[in-house]
């Protein structure tokens, strides 16, 4: 009978152990009780969540709160980006970050910003970036390109807090907005967005002076291998046809995409009355376009006769960010100063 008693003795000292246990879970996990659990990692689930769903370019990663919060309390923070088109926001807003991306083609920094990152640690390609020069740079905090980048956040997130923005979504304006937010610079990118606006007004309304309120233009691209029309879409249509106010030649409005291949011989079908020349880098692709002048069927177009044909810089008009936006605002503004 006392073994009996002490068996049951043992028995409920060991069930209220486990309920104590149970309840201290359970107030832990609704926030009771527990001031880590509000102001610890749950705290920072909630935060970046919200800032998500705020801003829908922005994509919530387990250490984004933390970086947010290292940008706004240090504004001298070592940043390391891994976009060139991340890199360019960044300078749209004052800041310079210590190490970046290069641009896959030039193999270098982009020759529209190269001047104003000099000194600035290079990490490869976004495709393919240095994660061995990252690491050497002991970044305070990461922005990565969530297309490109995404799959392998937890790698950057070993390195330092990491913010993702989705670049393929939403407009340039978007994705400066997204960063600014990051950052703490949220008046320097409406400051910016409110210039840009303010000198798209002024080129546009100096295009359409030159070529009449109705004009219709397009823009075609020569590249090694092809002819393209470039579409209502990212890189060219919105600047082109939202911020500049152009109209669109005949079947571009159709072109819902970046662009669409032709062949030469149905460029008279656009009717144009202004034709907007982009010629990719290399020799093949200038051969290309000398060889469409030389054709009978060029000299014939409307815009050709008319004398309105203006060549672009490919590397602003291509490059969809704040920066490359705003210079390709002034290259338009040069070629139509001139005329």
């Known amino acids: 009978m006392k073994k009996f008693r002490i068996v049951w003795l043992v028995s409920l000292v060991l069930m209220l152990v486990v309920l104590s246990a149970c309840g ?5 996990n609704t926030g009771g009780s527990s001031p880590s659990a509000s102001a610890g990692s749950s705290g920072s689930a909630e935060t970046a969540a919200s800032g998500a769903s705020a801003n829908p370019v922005s994509v919530a990663t387990s250490t984004s709160a933390k970086a947010d919060e290292i940008l706004h309390r240090n504004p001298n923070a070592k940043i390391a980006s891994v976009s060139i088109h991340i890199t360019n926001n960044l300078l749209a807003l004052g800041i310079t970050p210590a190490g970046s991306v290069v641009g896959g083609d030039v193999k270098d920094f982009l020759p529209l910003v190269k001047d104003r990152l000099q000194g600035v640690a290079r990490f490869g390609v976004v495709t393919d970036p240095d994660m061995e020069a990252i690491l050497a740079l002991k970044p305070d905090v990461i922005f990565i390109d969530e297309t490109y980048s995404g799959k392998d956040v937890a790698k950057f997130e070993q390195i330092a807090p990491t913010i993702s923005i989705d670049m393929d979504e939403g407009t340039w304006r978007d994705h400066l907005t997204a960063v600014a937010e990051h950052a703490g610079r949220e008046q320097q990118a409406q400051a910016f967005i409110q210039s840009y606006d303010a000198k798209a007004e002024k080129v546009g309304k100096l295009i359409r002076a030159e070529l009449g309120e109705n004009a219709k233009v397009m823009t075609i691209r020569s590249t090694a291998k092809e002819l393209r029309v470039m579409g209502m879409k990212r890189p060219v249509g919105p600047i082109m046809y939202d911020d500049l106010d152009l109209r669109p030649a005949a079947g571009v409005e159709k072109i ?34 000398d060889a469409l002048r030389a054709n009978p069927l060029w000299a014939g177009l409307k815009a050709v006769k008319n004398g309105h044909v203006y060549l672009l810089d490919g590397q602003t008009w291509l490059d969809y960010s704040s920066i490359g936006q705003d210079l390709a605002l002034d290259d338009a503004d040069k070629l139509f100063s001139r005329t």
Not at 24 to 28: E, L, M, N
Not at 270 to 278: S, T, Y
Request: charged share 25%; glycine share 2%.
């Open 24 to 28: 201290q879970r359970a107030s832990s």
């Open 256 to 289: 819902a995409k970046a662009y669409e291949v032709i062949s030469q011989e149905v460029l008279p079908d656009f009717d144009a009355d202004a034709i907007f020349v982009i010629i990719s880098k290399g020799s093949e692709a200038q051969s290309n376009y």
